[in-house]
């Protein structure tokens, strides 16, 4: 199981737990089979072995750094990304990163203009990094991870286009209201001009203009006494 971690001290505590272990120092380990003498007895000079031996593991751990060892594969004693130790000089050896074309350093940019243009970012960190070194030109690494972040770009525009669609055609499905004259119904005040309403806002409407007319009928009152100047107030289409 490869060791995991995040800052020097962790990494190198990581590597001289690994480093005693090995050496079957590691507090709390039994003496060997050897050993005539009692268990405390072991203790005391298995303590004394550590910290004479801790002086030695921390310039062993430098050098090693040295060699090309990162800090995360000396925890665990295991090279990474298919690194190799070379036989002549014990340096590490690394595959040199593959560079990506340059059909998909421009696809790359042309992805992430037009996130920008739209206002939009990736969520996922490490495919919005990639993204953003591939598009500059500074990506070192697997040609497929750029084509992941920009397969995820292109959803994510899909996405929002699918959106402002389905949006667009919610707002032609619902009734259009025209407000000929300023007038009050339902608890809501309407201003002159020309928008779309919800289906049972358009209801409630009609039955708000169908009981004012009601009322002027065989009686004294007219819609101008109520307060219209003009009518209809509104018209729905």
């Known amino acids: 199981m490869l060791e995991t971690c995040t800052n020097a001290p962790t ?13 079957g120092l590691a507090p709390g380990a039994p ?6 003498l009692s268990r405390e007895d072991w203790d005391v000079v298995a303590e004394l072995a550590r910290r004479a031996l801790q002086a030695n593991l921390a310039l062993e751990y430098v050098q090693l750094v040295e060699a090309g060892w990162r800090p995360e594969e000396l925890a665990d004693g295991e090279l990474r990304g298919g690194a190799s130790i070379a036989v002549n000089t014990g340096m590490v050896v690394r595959p040199t990163p593959p560079e990506i ?15 920008g243009r739209h206002y939009l970012r990736l969520d996922d960190a490490v495919l919005d ?16 991870k750029v084509e992941a972040a920009i397969d995820a770009a292109n959803g994510l525009l899909r996405q929002q286009e ?14 259009m209201l025209t407000v000929h004259v300023p007038f009050r119904a339902k608890g809501r005040s309407y201003a002159p001009g ?9 209801d409630e409407l ?17 819609l101008g006494s109520l307060g219209f100047p003009q009518w209809p107030v509104f018209t729905l289409s």
């Open 206 to 222: 009609r039955d708000w203009a169908d009981k004012v007319e009601a009322s002027t009928r065989g009686g004294t009152r007219t």
């Open 162 to 175: 699918a959106e402002r669609e389905a949006a667009q055609k919610a707002a032609s499905d619902r009734p």
């Open 11 to 23: 990494c190198y505590d990581a590597y001289l737990a690994r480093r005693l272990r090995e050496r």
């Open 101 to 115: 074309s340059l059909e998909l350093e421009q696809a790359a940019a042309a992805a992430l203009a037009e996130l």
């Open 31 to 36: 003496p060997p089979a050897s050993w005539t």
């Open 129 to 144: 990094q990639a993204l953003r070194a591939a598009a500059t030109g500074a990506w070192m690494g697997q040609p497929r």
């Open 194 to 202: 020309t928008n779309p309403i919800d289906p049972e806002v358009a």
